[in-house]
């Protein structure tokens, strides 16, 4: 079975007989639509028909059946749909004097880190409250729907790379101890000045990347100086997110 995602459906073919229909997906040919039964052909035609009308990408499961390609599932237009099971990644990361355990949960282009946030007593829940939209939105904007992974039939169906944090009180991936600001921020110690863009760069440790800003400590760092999020808390560039699609397999190219 392979998931696609990113397709979309440029030619329709039926027949009066019994759950015989046809999809066209661009620059990939036609596909059977599962003919298990009228009700599931009907279903899938349905809403293929709905894509190619409203001319909106699906996501998808098709299968080889005998000499067929056959579509068994089209979820909703939204990337990611069922993108199979949930990998639960981790590794040591070490860069001249600085090492740390990158942890994540990574499902097709789904990626979540889950963070337990520990606010130094003083800080309100009001604070906190207002802390975990800010630094989740800084977080996920910056990371999600910036790129893509494609399978190796090429970037017809891409499926966007997106991001998330979970705020949670068990089972992290990582601890943030939270301060009164201003103070220094890293990894695993934020501060309520810090920013949406702050958290997006310690984000990026915990997805497994070192800073990348010139650093006394580290005269050899490179690359330095890359006006990514790595290193000035902005830009997410191709190179942060290939790991993503490499581990499924696929390329990655920009959305
Ligand atoms: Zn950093």
Known sequence: MTVLCGCFVDGLWAINETA??????????????????????????????LAK?????ISLHEEQRGGDLVITEIY??????????????????????????????????????RVRLVPDAGISAATMNTLRDTWRRGIEDKWSNRFGCCDSA???????????????????????????????SDMTNWDTMDTGDVASHEFGHM???????????????????TGTVMD???????????????RLGETTSAL
């Not at 990337?79 to 942890?103: D, L, Q, R």
Request: glycine share 6%; with cysteine; charged share 20%.
């Open 53 to 57: 009308q409203r001319n909106v990408a």
């Open 76 to 113: 909703d237009y939204a990337a990611g749909g069922a993108m199979g099971p949930t990998e639960e990644v981790s590794f040591a990361v070490n860069e001249c004097v600085y090492g740390w355990t990158a942890a994540y949960a990574q499902r097709g282009t789904h990626v979540t880190v």
């Open 232 to 246: 000035d808390n902005t830009e997410v560039v191709e190179r942060l997110v290939r790991p993503f699609c490499d």
């Open 154 to 184: 090429g970037c017809d169906c891409r499926c966007a790379l997106t991001f998330s944090v979970e705020w949670v009180d068990s089972n992290e991936h990582n601890t943030v101890a939270v301060h009164v600001g201003p103070s220094r």
């Open 207 to 225: 997805l497994g990347h070192p800073d990348e800003y010139p650093d006394a400590a580290c005269p050899r760092r490179s690359p330095v100086s």
């Open 20 to 49: 015989n229909a046809w999809v066209w997906l661009r620059n990939r040919g036609w596909r059977k639509l599962d003919n298990s039964s009228t009700q599931i052909c009907t279903r899938l035609l349905a809403l293929a028909a």
